[in-house]
């Protein structure tokens, strides 16, 4: 079973400023997909961004994008230029790329935007 | 517009009560899934469904039941033998090999309370 793993429950940065979010995760599969998903207090969750493990470039959306290193099983995601809105919960999970699309979440990291 | 409809928002259950909570979507997608969300423990996979009148067992079935009678609805009982139910409950679906920048749409959940 794959497992995913947020080590920082709560992280804080400066409005501007770059913070980084860390993920691990344990699987057997070469094959999958990663995800960051963004829940602000309105509890909605929102799709940040996305890696495809096969693909060796990692993935950019605007100001965010991700470190990922297949070898280390490790994703983490980078908010660059921090604004108030990016206030959330950031969710890292995983998708088997063969078979049903459920996914596996981790427990999550707080961030807290300092204005 | 499409979505996912969760009702309803808030939900108060009587020791030894059964309650249901309705899930509803509109987008012509295949599986659909229930989520429960703790504090501290991200988002926990209780069943999904991959086709009308199947459903399988996430990590934390007991205590809960659904059905899938119709493509569009989902509907989670929790039931008196759940001994904690106190949480927030998200519903999400996708579409048959959903592609990688939507892999699940979610609802806005269902916060669900003991009296």
């Known amino acids: 079973a794959q497992t995913v793993t947020q080590s920082q429950p709560e992280m804080s940065v400066q409005e501007a400023e770059t913070v980084t979010l860390s993920c691990t995760y344990d699987?057997?599969?070469?094959?999958?997909?990663l995800f960051w998903y963004k829940q602000p207090p309105s509890r909605q969750m929102i799709l940040v961004i996305r890696?495809?493990?096969?693909?060796?470039q990692n993935a950019t959306e605007n100001r965010f994008s991700v470190n990922f290193q297949k070898a280390a099983k490790s994703f983490s995601l980078k908010i660059s230029d921090s604004q108030l809105g990016d206030a959330a919960m950031y969710f890292c999970?995983?998708?088997?790329?063969?078979?049903?699309?459920?996914?596996?979440f981790g427990t999550g990291t707080r961030l807290t935007i300092i204005p | 517009d499409g979505g996912i409809t969760q009702s309803p928002k808030y939900l108060f259950r009587k020791e030894g009560q059964n309650v249901t909570l309705s899930c509803e979507q509109n987008?012509?997608?295949?599986?659909m899934y229930w989520y429960r969300q703790d504090p501290g423990q991200g988002l926990r996979l209780i069943y999904y469904?991959?086709?009308?009148?199947?459903?399988q067992k996430g990590d934390i079935a007991e205590g809960y039941s659904v059905s899938r009678e119709k493509k569009e609805s989902f509907p989670l009982t929790v039931t008196s033998a759940q001994k904690n139910p106190t949480a927030f409950y998200l519903c999400?679906?996708?579409?048959?090999?959903?592609?990688?920048?939507?892999?699940?749409?979610f609802g806005d959940g269902t916060r669900l309370s003991i009296l």
């Open positions: 999970a995983y998708r088997t790329y063969f078979g049903n699309e459920k996914l596996t």
């Open positions: 890696q495809e493990a096969y693909k060796q």
């Open positions: 699987t057997s599969e070469s094959d999958y997909y």
């Open positions: 999400a679906s996708s579409a048959d090999r959903a592609p990688v920048d939507q892999p699940q749409h």
């Open positions: 469904s991959q086709i009308v009148n199947d459903f």
């Open positions: 987008l012509n997608h295949d599986a």
